[in-house]
């Protein structure tokens, strides 16, 4: 999700006092939030490395009657309004666009704003009752969810792609029977991460697994490489899961790994292309929204007060500049320097190398329902932008024909507002890959960044139809 930069101030003052509580369980909370002392929750079964680098214990940030608000208004009266209460820390921002604004009002203030905003004639509706509600009802416990609905689509024994598998396939069919991952749920990142590696011995012959670099708190990013090999392939890089809280974006990136695979032998599309694909850029920031703060946006460098980088600020191109925060408190934090962090530094490190002959640069954020293209650190379009909008407006027409929501088109900067340090730039900007998309995907504001699990197929079926019309136009 972009950031407006009206709210940028406060949400970040406000997330730098989740952080503080969450970083120092001993800290008095504060009065706006409700807290619950607890173990993490939802350890994964799975008993594997990453569940020693859970920060936890923590005490869980709770969202008990905080409500999400549509706030409308154009003057500057509302402007100043909105500014004011996020600079006394009773709302934070999730979103919206220069007219409307979601905002997420924190509970000790609910009655009092009602009022106020009243009595200032500004236009609003409650979208979200209670927040922790909604978070609760998200997303189903995952043990409760039909295991044959988890195991993907097993190749047949004996034969895979039509050709008969070799000694290693069937061997690895045998270790590996089967995984985790759904997508009726929001997965932890060991089910993720075990997905991937279950593509990769149960497919070998065109999935390849690699760590292309270390999270601040040494977990594994992972990259999956789907290819036949042949020479002449386009390489086509997508991401997801940069921003810790958008759980639609990984969950919807790992449904479009499983359509790749599951349709490579009856897509001619799908063959000509090497994908390069890591669906969880931000492990830590994850598994932190999972265990800690469900609206955690940032990496988890740091400890303390002010936690985290906004790693899409962090990228290089004409880094620093406006929409980006110096402030390390801020919830769009641009880091010490370009590619502070090691996970923008681990996607900068891959697509560096030479001799890949990158055609797009696709990015998968929540929510809005926009296709993005640079660029963000003004309102100016590339000189090509002519193209990229026609390309953009084709993955606008194929969600439509799956029976998505229209999405709208258009440079970042423009069709939003200036953020610079963005991923998208970088790729088109620095490294010359002349497609450069960042998907914001569903919902437009009903449920914001607590999109309940069910809504994950529609949403990524879209997602994979937008990136098959992308690809099939480069
Ligand atoms: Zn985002």
Redesign the pocket.
């Known amino acids: 999700?972009?950031q407006l930069p009206v709210t940028i101030a406060v949400v970040l003052l406000s997330q730098g006092i989740y952080s503080r509580n969450t970083g120092d369980p001993g800290f008095l909370p504060s009065p706006s939030i409700n807290w619950m002392r607890g173990v993490a929750a939802r350890m994964s079964r799975n008993n594997n490395n990453e569940q020693t680098m859970d920060e936890g214990p923590f005490d869980r940030v709770m969202y008990n009657n905080s409500q999400v608000w549509k706030a409308c208004g154009t003057d500057d009266k509302f402007q100043q309004e909105l500014a004011k209460l996020k600079n006394n820390n009773m709302i934070a921002m999730w979103g919206g666009n220069v007219t409307c604004l979601d905002i997420m009002v924190r509970a000790p203030y609910v009655k009092k704003l009602n009022e106020s905003f009243g009595k200032s004639k500004i236009n609003f509706e409650v979208i979200i009752e209670n927040l922790q509600d909604a978070i609760d009802n998200e997303n189903p416990p995952v043990e409760t969810l039909e295991l044959d609905n988890r195991q993907g689509k097993k190749p047949s024994n004996r034969m895979y792609l039509g050709r008969p598998k070799t000694y290693r396939q069937v061997e690895a069919d045998s270790v590996n029977e089967s995984h985790r991952l759904s997508w009726q749920a929001y997965h932890r990142l060991t089910d993720i991460h075990g997905y991937l590696d279950y593509l990769g011995e149960t497919y070998p012959q065109i999935c390849s697994v690699k760590t292309i670099g270390s999270s601040v708190q040494g977990r594994p990013i992972k990259m999956i490489k789907i290819s036949n090999g042949r020479a002449g392939n386009k390489a086509i890089w997508m991401d997801g899961g940069?921003?810790a809280r958008?759980w639609i974006?990984p969950a919807s990136v790992t449904y479009i790994i499983n359509q790749i695979v599951l349709k490579y032998d009856s897509d001619p599309l799908l063959e000509s292309v090497d994908w390069y694909i890591t669906p969880v850029l931000n492990p830590d920031g994850y598994e932190y929204s999972h265990n800690v703060d469900r609206l955690w946006?940032k990496n988890r460098r740091g400890s303390g007060f002010c936690t985290g980088t906004d790693l899409?600020r962090n990228f290089g191109h004409k880094w620093g500049g406006p929409g980006a925060s110096a402030n390390p408190c801020a919830e769009t934090y641009r880091g010490n320097s370009a590619f502070s962090e090691p996970e923008t530094t681990a996607v900068r490190n891959f697509i560096s190398q030479p001799n890949i002959p990158w055609k797009a640069y696709l990015s998968f954020?929540?929510y809005g329902q926009y296709i993005l293209y640079p660029w963000g650190f003004d309102s100016s379009v590339p000189a090509d932008y002519r193209e990229l909008d026609r390309v953009g407006q084709k993955a606008v027409a194929a969600i439509q024909q799956v029976g998505g929501p229209r999405y709208a088109l258009g440079s970042s900067g423009k069709l939003l507002y200036p953020a610079t340090g963005g991923s998208d730039d970088w790729a088109k900007g620095t490294m010359g890959i002349k497609y450069a998309y960042t998907l914001?995907l569903r919902d437009n504001g009903r449920y914001g960044f607590v999109l309940p699990a069910h809504y994950i197929q529609p949403t990524a079926a879209e997602a994979y139809a937008a990136v098959r019309a992308i690809v099939s136009e480069v």
Do not use: A, G, V
């Open positions: 999700m972009w940069i921003h958008e974006s946006r899409n954020h929540s914001e």
